[in-house]
């Protein structure tokens, strides 16, 4: 399914370490070219095929891009970091149409950390055949903490094509993804501290509300990610560790449990469904790390722990264990790229890899790298991944280089 593939350098990144760092790239497959954000600030386009120069660089801004999307000649760009940003490129040249300052949006950070720096955690585009014109969608977040306390301040933000703000939709919560379809936008928040769900559904155009949705269980964690369907709006619960289905308006279709708290020996343990995405009719969930009510290290693994399940009318068709953290998820018609980083408590660089499902047929292939895979993405014709290079705390070696992995897609013989 996969031929060989290439790989190009990427600069310098230090290393991550055993436990996750920040999202400090991403990738994308669009049109025919692979687009890379990294910690320099600036996007690449390369082509799919094995040629080592970018078609184009974008012009350097600051801290790590790490949302791209692309659509109608246009490339939405987000960053993070003291000066985060979202930004508009044209697709042909990467020449940029405009940008604008997060902190116009959520503030200037309370300190110098990364987390409590402004955050395009999410950038879509929504097309004119809907919406009138296009609107490029971002949703921002900063975090704030305060002894035991937190806080957030977010917007998710309609742009005209010229920069302009259409509408804004804010909220004291921390935005976790979002997606567009048929001139709709799904906001899901993770945390939402106070009242207010863990679901919105906003107008494309407008930015008016149109439902929003809450899962069951208590405490401020809500929804990890959400993706439109061919059925309807699957989510990925992080407060009752389950997946969901529910209608075009909001009603529960299914649900399905993912992560929820399992008793593995002496422990109870549970792990939070982080990613969902839609293929072929099906909606595939991905899971993390495993984590327990009486212990921050325990020595008990969930038996969901990073797997990959994808459900069909509210039962699981399949599941595949992939080892490592997911940071994202990638579909293109039936097929879905997962990347693998690094188990933090286990520390095994065998998981370093990026898989290809089939929404129908499961697990298709694995291509393992050196370092972690931060990032993926899939087109009909090309996987891509980011590798960032890893030094474990036990170890006395760093694992892997910053560069970009591309492998064409080949067509199943007839």
Do not use: C
């Given at each position: ?105 959520v503030g200037t ?134 997946g969901y289905l ?104 065998d998981t370093h ?62």
């Amino acid at each position: 399914m996969l031929a060989a593939g290439a790989r190009r350098p990427l600069g310098d990144l230090g290393p991550a370490r055993s436990r996750h760092n920040w999202a400090r790239s991403t990738v994308i497959v669009a049109d025919g070219s692979v687009l890379v954000g990294g910690p320099d600030g600036r996007v690449a386009a390369f082509a799919s095929g094995a040629e080592s120069e970018p078609r184009w660089t974008s012009e350097q801004s600051q801290g790590y891009v790490v949302s791209l999307s692309a659509g109608e000649g246009r490339v939405a760009v987000g960053s993070r970091g003291a000066d985060a940003g979202v930004s508009l490129l044209r697709s042909t040249t990467g020449a940029q149409r405009w940008s604008q300052a997060a902190t116009r949006h959520v503030g200037t950070a309370a300190d110098d950390s990364l987390l409590a720096q402004p955050y395009v955690i999410d950038v879509g585009v929504a097309g004119g055949a809907v919406t009138g014109d296009d609107v490029i969608v971002a949703a921002i977040r900063r975090h704030e903490r305060s002894g035991g306390d937190r806080s957030w301040s977010s917007a998710v933000l309609g742009f005209d094509p010229g920069g302009g703000v259409r509408w804004r939709h804010a909220a004291d919560a921390s935005p976790a993804a979002l997606d567009i379809d048929a001139g709709r936008v799904a906001v899901a928040y993770n945390r939402r501290p106070g009242d207010g769900d863990g679901l919105v559904v906003l107008d494309a155009a407008t930015g008016d509300g149109l439902f929003s949705w809450d899962p069951d269980g208590s405490g401020d964690r809500r929804v990890g990610d959400v993706a439109f369907t061919e059925q309807g709006i699957a989510v990925a619960s992080h407060a009752d560790k389950r997946g969901y289905l529910l209608t075009i308006d909001g009603t529960e279709q299914w649900r399905v449990g993912l992560g929820t708290p399992r008793s593995v020996g002496s422990e109870t343990v549970y792990t939070y469904p982080n990613h969902v995405s839609a293929a072929d009719g099906r909606a595939v969930f991905v899971t993390g790390n495993t984590f327990a009510a009486s212990t921050r290290d325990p020595d008990a693994r969930h038996p969901a722990e990073h797997t990959v399940t994808a459900v069909a009318g509210g039962s699981v068709a399949w599941d595949h264990a992939i080892g490592g953290f997911a940071r994202d998820v990638s579909s293109s018609g039936s097929k879905i790229a997962v990347p693998s980083a690094q188990h933090f408590r286990r520390r095994d660089a065998d998981t370093h890899a990026v898989h290809v499902f089939d929404a129908r047929d499961g697990h298709l292939a694995e291509r393992s790298i050196a370092g972690i895979a931060s990032s993926a993405a899939i087109g009909d014709r090309t996987l891509a991944a980011v590798e960032e290079p890893v030094a474990y705390h036990d170890e006395k070696l760093t694992r892997g280089d910053h560069r970009l992995h591309t492998w064409p897609i080949e067509a199943p013989e007839r």
